[in-house]
């Protein structure tokens, strides 16, 4: 099959690239050209076409009359990013995938075990409603223009990244606090349920449903089954990384009186338990299977990070911020943590 990846050096993208070559799809990615592919494993023979999506123009320019079996893009975000791509691609593919999220799934959840029929309604977070406002544009191009939209939505993968909900993200400010002995903040009682889901384990589901035109129309998430509480998944974070884990625990709605930042990323997702049901997309992808438990991935990750210092970057604000909320905590409840 003949595939585009718009965005392909992603957190999540790079690893379903790796596996359709793999695979042995003919693969075509579309970004900017500001990271070189081989330094995200991309296989040489990957075609690279250099534009921004977000001039539509130049992106057209760049894909020239070339038809693909399905283009993915990962880095759509906003309805105008989905109305622009289908004016791109529609009768140029035979699948168009939209990547949302499982944060757009309604919060708070009135019942933790989710389907993908579980409503879509997320009043704290403007990024999930975006993505909610995008499905909605995917599935009026598919009912009025029969243009083959399927939705797909991660919850937190992680492969070059940590799946955490303070601490950092892309950087290595985390890991090396708690090395020095510092203390990781976890959010409520961290006895809430989450899963995350390790990259390649997502694009086993998400590269099974390339060429299946049965998905068409259709909605997926893909997770491990895995389930962890936020505890266990700081502790499993700091065991990699050679260390006893000192935990405190705060509030979600008082880390978000705080730093109005995290009202979206911990009352619109990570302070609510979820727990996917993947029966969707095995019946679509028979055999799909997370294989990669948290405390493998978590040394995976770890050694991505060590692999090179360029990789090893120390962001000082999120340490002080940090620094602040655990300071703020204890001065407005003194004694609260001893309870």
């Not at 002080?320 to 905590?329: E, S």
Request: glycine fraction near 8%.
């Amino acid at each position: 099959m003949r595939i585009l990846f718009i965005g392909g050096t992603g957190n999540i993208s790079s690893a379903c690239v790796r596996l359709a070559v793999a695979q042995g799809h003919d693969v075509s990615i579309l970004n900017r050209g500001n990271r070189p592919l081989a330094g995200y494993g991309i296989p040489a023979g990957v075609e690279s076409l250099v534009a921004d999506i977000h001039d539509e123009a130049a992106a057209r320019a760049a894909v020239g009359e070339r038809k693909f079996d399905a283009v993915a893009n990962f880095i759509a975000f906003k309805p105008a990013d989905v109305e622009r791509d289908v004016r791109l691609f529609a009768g140029r593919c035979g699948q168009y995938f939209f990547i949302s999220s499982a944060s757009a799934y309604e919060k708070p959840l009135r019942h933790p075990f989710v389907t993908e029929s579980h409503p879509l309604k997320n009043p704290y977070w403007a990024y999930s409603r975006d993505k909610i406002a995008s499905e909605d544009a995917c599935t009026r191009a598919y009912r009025e223009q029969d243009f083959p939209a399927v939705i797909v939505r991660p919850s937190l993968t992680y492969d070059t990244v940590w799946p955490v909900a303070i601490g950092g993200w892309n950087d290595f400010t985390l890991v090396d606090r708690i090395r020095r002995g510092g203390e990781m903040i976890v959010h409520g009682d961290g006895t809430s349920l989450w899963t995350v889901t390790h990259a390649e384990d997502f694009a086993k589901g998400f590269n099974g449903l390339l060429g299946n035109t049965t998905a068409v129309g259709h909605a997926f998430h893909i997770t491990s089954d895995e389930v962890l509480t936020w505890n266990q998944l700081y502790t499993t974070i700091a065991e990699a990384a050679g260390v006893e884990p000192r935990l405190v625990h705060i509030p979600s709605e008082f880390l978000a009186s705080l730093d109005e930042r995290h009202r979206g990323g911990l009352l619109g997702d990570k302070a609510h338990s979820a727990i996917f049901d993947n029966s969707k997309i095995k019946r679509f992808v028979p055999g799909f299977q997370a294989t990669i438990p948290f405390h493998v991935g978590a040394r995976r990750t770890l050694a991505w990070f060590e692999s090179a210092p360029a990789h090893q970057r120390i962001v000082p604000e999120t340490n002080t911020a940090m620094d602040r909320y655990i300071a703020a905590w204890r001065a407005a409840f003194p004694g609260a943590e001893e309870e």
